[in-house]
T-cell receptor, first 112, second 113 residues
Framework: AQKVTQAQTEISVVEKEDVTLDCVYE???????LFWYKQPPSGELVFLIR??????QNEISGRYSWNFQKSTSSFNFTITASQVVDSAVYFC?????????FGAGTRLTVKP | EAQVTQNPRYLITVTGKKLTVTCSQN?????MSWYRQDPGLGLRQIYYSMNVEVTDKGDVPEGYKVSRKEKRNFPLILESPSPNQTSLYFC????????????FGPGTRLLVL
C-alpha cells in the first residue's frame, strides 16, 4: 500500500512570505498519480494539481508551484508571496491501482 | 452546475441507529468513493466504486456499507453506528474508472453519541 507523509503539521507565515509544504510518498509501483488538495476554513476540498509518475516536469500556476522529484519521492508545493486567503489545510495524495492515500495534511496560517 | 452533493450535511445520532448518507453526482462520472477525515489522520478511503454494481473496500471499510445501483448515486450506510464513527465524511467522483482526479462533495459532519 502507498503511504504519504506530510511532516509539517502546522506552518505559520506572515503575508508575502514564500512557503513550501513538504510531501513525501512511498509506493512500490512505477505508475502512480500525485495530488494536492486545498481545504479552506469553509471545509470543502479543492483540487489543485495532479501529476503522473512519468511526468517530472515542475509546474507553475500563478503563485503556486510544484516540485516533483522521483529521486527523493517528494512532491513539494510552494506558495510564493503568500496571502491571507491561502490559509487552509493542504493535503497531498498518492493514487495507484485503486489505492488512494492522503497525508495527514498541513495547516497553513498566513497572518496579515 | 457540475457538482457532487451530499445529504445530510450535519447529523447527530445515537449508537446503533442505522443511518444513510446520500451522495449524488451530475457529471456522469464512473468512479465514486467515500472518505472520512479525522484530525491527525487526514483523509482515509472507506469504499470506492469503479462503476455501477462494482464496489470494493478501501482503507477503513469496517462498520460501513455502500451500494451503487445507479451511476449517479453512491450512498454510505452505517448499519449500527458507534462513537468511533464520529467524523467528517466526504464523497467524491472522477471521470474515469479510477481516482485520477476526484471532485469532492461538501462533506457530512456526523456525531454519534
Amino acid at each position: 500500500a502507498q503511504k504519504v507523509t506530510q511532516a509539517q503539521t502546522e506552518i505559520s507565515v506572515v503575508e508575502k512570505e514564500d512557503v513550501t509544504l513538504d510531501c513525501v510518498y512511498e509506493t512500490r509501483d512505477t505508475t502512480y498519480y500525485l495530488f494536492w488538495y486545498k481545504q479552506p476554513p469553509s471545509g470543502e476540498l479543492v483540487f489543485l494539481i495532479r501529476r503522473n509518475s512519468f511526468d517530472e516536469q515542475n509546474e507553475i500556476s500563478g503563485r503556486y508551484s510544484w516540485n516533483f522529484q522521483k529521486s527523493t519521492s517528494s512532491f513539494n508545493f510552494t506558495i510564493t508571496a503568500s496571502q491571507v486567503v491561502d490559509s487552509a489545510v493542504y493535503f497531498c495524495g498518492c493514487y495507484n491501482n485503486n489505492d488512494m492515500r492522503f497525508g495527514a495534511g498541513t495547516r497553513l496560517t498566513v497572518k496579515p | 452546475e457540475a457538482q457532487v452533493t451530499q445529504n445530510p450535511r450535519y447529523l447527530i445520532t445515537v449508537t446503533g441507529k442505522k443511518l444513510t448518507v446520500t451522495c449524488s453526482q451530475n457529471m456522469n462520472h464512473e468512479y465514486m468513493s467515500w472518505y472520512r477525515q479525522d484530525p491527525g489522520l487526514g483523509l482515509r478511503q472507506i469504499y470506492y466504486s469503479m462503476n455501477v454494481e462494482v464496489t470494493d473496500k478501501g482503507d477503513v471499510p469496517e462498520g460501513y456499507k455502500v451500494s451503487r445501483k445507479e451511476k449517479r448515486n453512491f450512498p454510505l450506510i452505517l448499519e449500527s453506528p458507534s462513537p468511533n464513527q464520529t467524523s467528517l465524511y466526504f464523497c467524491a467522483s472522477s471521470e474515469g474508472t479510477s481516482a485520477e482526479t476526484q471532485y469532492f462533495g461538501p462533506g457530512t459532519r456526523l456525531l454519534v453519541l
